[in-house]
């Protein structure tokens, strides 16, 4: 096995003259991995720094579970393609060994993980509107740059091709959009939640918008997404020098742009579920309000980008109009997805877990129903864009 580690770190970069001269004579090498899947280390010399993220051959949470180590070259891509389109808001990509299946990538270390910001806060702050809007942004860039408006009908159907990415698809297509739905050894909450999960899981609708949100995630190539955008995928930093980047791309792929809007959402309920469980309820409003930042901010650069579409003949601006309808109604079903399966399933969030038992289960229960609120909000009408105003206002029995 070619894994890297601390030790062997340096001999690594020394072979590879771009990266040993940013570098320079390595003092420091440290793995800081704590995702479901990589390793990731911080390389620290004489010149400068950087990180080398590896994929692992199995899911570094579950060893018996095998990965494919692909996910690699689909990061690679996702981030040079976003990178071209808006270097503002993702991590440089230095170098991608095919071989070893390295990724070299700017050091970040003077940012933080926005869901270890937001998890370790009390009061609200400007900061993370700042973060939301960033992200609206971000979206409505890569999600406009890459679509068929930005690049035409070759160039889309090309780059749809070169970045399918099955495997880790279908991952999201059981975690995200069946399994929380369904009996599964996945799911495990704890039994005072077990009630909430039957609610949601009973609700006919509920199933039967997760079926229409999973057949559209497997067949609408609409843009080349992120497709894991959740706030521990977002580094951030806040002061004189504000910068957020969206990292760990291996779950991109051409999907509904609603996509990462949702995941984006559902997350922000997540800590607003935090938030409500720890008496912080004027903070728990502002975080949902999150969701109308990322939106209000994506509008306007779709929006502002929409002249410079490709093929205006029938592309006109009602087009425009049904198309962000699509999109806020995708977001908010994803979004409902999302939540489900941070609460139920393989992979939970910190927002939650790390919360004393009894505020974990309150939490839990807000979010279970918000998130059948969310998922099933679309099955029956226009989407109200009101939905995630305040989930915090219903009384928990
Ligand atoms: C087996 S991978 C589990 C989860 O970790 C990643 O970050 C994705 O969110 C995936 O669903
Ligand atoms: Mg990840």
Redesign the pocket.
């Known amino acids: 096995m070619d894994l890297l580690d601390v030790e062997s770190v340096p001999d690594y970069v020394a072979s590879l003259p771009d990266l040993a001269s940013r570098v320079g004579t390595v003092s420091q090498v440290r793995e800081v991995g704590d ?3 990589n390793l990731v280390f911080i390389v620290e010399g004489s010149a400068g720094s950087l990180v080398l993220k590896q994929s692992l051959p199995y ?1 570094r ?2 060893p018996s ?1 095998p ?1 494919t180590r692909e996910r690699s070259s689909r990061e690679a891509y996702v981030l040079a393609s976003h990178q071209a389109i808006d270097p503002a808001h993702v991590p440089g990509l230095l170098f991608y060994d095919e071989t070893r299946y390295v990724l070299a990538i700017e050091d970040l270390s003077d940012h933080r993980v926005w869901r270890t910001v937001l998890n370790e806060r009390t009061e609200a702050t400007d900061d993370d509107e700042l973060a939301a809007a960033a992200l609206g942004e971000y979206i409505a860039n890569v999600g406009f740059g890459t679509s068929v408006f930005g690049v035409g009908s070759a160039a889309h159907k090309q780059a749809v091709a070169r970045a399918i990415n099955p495997e ?1 698809c279908e ?2 297509e059981d ?2 959009l069946t399994e929380p739905f369904v009996d599964h050894d996945h799911n495990v909450v704890h039994p005072s939640n077990e009630a909430d999960v039957a609610e949601l899981a009973g609700d006919p609708d509920v199933k039967h918008a997760a079926g229409r949100a999973k057949f559209a995630f497997m067949t609408r190539a609409e843009s080349l997404l992120h497709g ?1 955008l ?1 706030t ?2 977002v580094f951030v930093r806040f002061g004189d020098d504000p910068s957020v980047r969206a990292f ?1 791309s ?2 991109g792929f051409y999907g509904p742009l609603g996509f990462d809007l949702g995941m984006l959402w559902a997350n922000y309920v997540l800590a607003a579920a935090r938030a409500v469980a720890q008496g912080q309820d004027s903070r728990a409003r502002r975080l949902l309000g999150l969701g109308r930042v990322t939106w209000g901010s994506f509008e306007r650069t779709y929006r502002d980008r929409w002249p410079s579409r490709q093929d205006p003949r029938v592309y006109g601006d009602a087009v425009l109009e049904s198309l962000l309808t699509q999109v806020w109604t995708d977001a908010v079903t994803y979004a409902g997805a999302e939540v489900a ?1 941070r609460v139920i ?3 939970k969030v910190a927002d939650i877990e790390t919360l004393p038992e009894d505020q974990r289960v309150q939490a839990a229960r807000r979010a279970l129903r918000a998130s059948r609120v969310l998922i099933t909000h679309t099955l029956h009408g226009r989407p109200d864009p009101d939905v995630l105003a305040d989930l915090t206002s219903e009384p928990l029995g």
């Open positions: 995702g479901n899947l899911v949470t579950d579970w990965m880790l991952i999201t975690l995200v894991d959740h521990g995928s760990d291996e779950f399966r399933g393989f992979a």
